[in-house]
């Protein structure tokens, strides 16, 4: 772990009664971008100016870059389709998704049920889609639960002193002492078996993840001319991290939550398949697969189809993950 930057006593721009490198750059700063009256003056207002400017256009090129790589337009249509499918799941299922039909169990394809019925003879299809609308938004709250918390523990660790990024760090090593696996099934253990205990264990489990590398691209970042500028402006910390910093970092960490995402699914698809996830009755791609797994040789359809749209997502999203990380560093491309 990098260490901050000796005699540090607060944040990084706190007054040390010796003055390191940082503070030799921020006082030269200083002495051509504030005034008298605390204004930025001609000489560093080009500075952050041409910042803004550098990140906004580099985040144009990346979107140029991204429609023009067809991994990116075939993941995000392989992605785009299963969530049209979760969203429209009201108006295209036929059927009573949780309505048992004992007439019909274990159907293969028919033109009455298009992907079959499943052992109390519900309709394949409509569960499906109706378990796009429980199995995308649960990933989806995991990367986003991880990543609120992630990211602002890694920035305050990176841009704080050595005290600061100690504690923090080390908090983030006790949940590093278990596999991410594990924590969350003992979180589970805990809470119960529901959709909304996988999602915080998992959630938790994903924040060392994103407070890593956010901690380590904040480093980088914050002994850059532009955050020096405004901290010899008088800007404050919190400030700085939020305004500067994590506009700097934020294209590694949109990376690491996209690719996230399908591990995310994937992962409370696993736990629903074990039964400490989504409960029965309630459809979910991965309660389908267990309920069906014990059917799978009278009726092929009550594993296959669950599966495929499990892949479909999955492979669509890292599509669009790994088309995102060459468009913003296309260094990756030759890997």
Known sequence: MADAEPGESG???AELSRPGQAEIEA??????????SGQLSSSAQPVLEDELLAVSGRRLRTVRELVRRPKFLVGITLFGVVALLAILAPLIARYNLDLPNFSALNQNPSSAHILGTDYLGRD???RLVWGGRTSLPAGCVIVLFSFVVGVPWG??????????DDVLMR???????LPGLVLALSI????????????????????????????????????????????????GPFHIMRMHVLHNIVDPLVILATLNLSGAILAAAAFSFLGIGTQPP?????????????????SWAQVT???VIIVVTVLGINLVGDALGEAINPRMQRR
């Open 171 to 177: 908090l983030i090593d006790v949940l590093l002492a």
């Open 305 to 307: 189809f669950p599966a």
């Open 27 to 36: 006082a030269a700063l200083s002495s051509q971008v504030v005034s008298h």
């Open 11 to 13: 944040f990084a721009d």
């Open 188 to 235: 589970v253990a805990i809470l119960g078996p529901s959709v909304r205990s996988v999602v915080i264990a998992l959630g938790i489990a994903g924040i060392p993840g994103y407070a890593r590398v956010a901690r380590a691209s904040t480093l980088t970042t914050k002994g850059l001319d532009y955050v020096l500028a405004s901290r010899a402006q008088g800007a």
């Open 282 to 298: 309630a459809a979910d791609w991965g309660t389908m697969l267990s309920s069906g797994y014990n059917y799978m040789f009278e």
């Open 155 to 164: 920035i305050i660790a990176g841009y704080g002193n050595r005290l600061v």
């Open 124 to 126: 394949m299809w409509a």
